[in-house]
T-cell receptor
Framework: DAKTTQPNSMESNEEEPVHLPCNHS???????IHWYRQLPSQGPEYVIH???SNVNNRMASLAIAEDRKSSTLILHRATLRDAAVYYC????????????????FGQGTILTVHP | EAGVAQSPRYKIIEKRQSVAFWCNPI?????LYWYQQILGQGPKLLIQ????????DSQLPKDRFSAERLKGVDSTLKIQPAKLEDSAVYLC???????????FGQGTRLTVV
């Protein structure tokens, strides 16, 4: 399976933007980039996903590099409720790759938000 | 929309005992996952079902773990016999095959003593 690399931890102040990076240099053409987050004592929850173009939703934005070897999850104004572990995951949703349909988590980035 | 339901929330057993976890996915979701999350690590996929068929169980320790999804709805995960290293949170998730988003339950925290 294609691997992702994320920093172990990051810190932010409340109401400031947060940019969470993810490297995926071995991404295949059929891999979508997904982000999930896990709040303390909760199961993971979906945040956003994309293939090539930048994506926005009510929770966050996803910026994808032109060569698709890296991406950045952007939280525009961090709140204390955004403190969580953020996971960057590659999923083959088109077919033909070994990661087809799989949802494989790495270690993630622990985000701490200071008041 | 009701979420993924799991029970029990917590379980403490002695090593070599048996334990079972139950998951009720979101109605209509054909795909069901079981994950094991050891403290400080990301969730590890144990088994993935599509309806009542197994899609991937490559990381399921089959000598002690078993899972079934009768009628393609509810699922149970069993450990027999349990070892100390099985202490973890067991997460169930489900997904509609037409959508990419997976929904997770709150998990069952297992402590083996």
């Amino acid at each position: 399976d294609a691997k992702t690399t994320q920093p172990n931890s990051m810190e932010s102040n409340e109401e400031e933007p947060v940019h969470l990076p993810c490297n995926h240099s071995t991404i295949s053409g059929t891999d979508y980039i997904h982000w999930y987050r896990q709040l303390p004592s909760q199961g993971p929850e979906y945040v956003i996903h994309g293939l090539t173009s930048n994506v926005n939703n009510r929770m966050a934005s996803l910026a994808i590099a032109e060569d698709r070897k890296s991406s950045t999850l952007i939280l525009h104004r961090a709140t204390l409720r955004d403190a969580a572990v953020y996971y960057c995951i590659l999923r083959d949703l088109i077919g033909g790759g070994t990661s087809y349909g799989k949802l494989t988590f790495g270690q993630g980035t622990i985000l701490t938000v200071h008041p | 929309e009701a979420g993924v339901a799991q029970s029990p929330r917590y379980k403490i057993i002695e090593k070599r005992q048996s334990v079972a976890f139950w998951c009720n996915p979101i109605s209509g979701h054909a795909t069901l996952y079981w994950y094991q999350q050891i403290l400080g690590q990301g969730p590890k996929l144990l088994i993935q079902f599509q309806n009542n068929g197994v899609v991937d169980d490559s990381q399921l320790p089959k000598d002690r773990f078993s899972a079934e999804r009768l009628k393609g709805v509810d699922s149970t995960l069993k450990i027999q016999p349990a070892k100390l290293e099985d202490s973890a949170v067991y997460l169930c998730a489900s997904r509609d095959i037409k959508n990419t988003e997976a929904f997770f339950g709150q998990g069952t925290r297992l402590t083996v003593v």
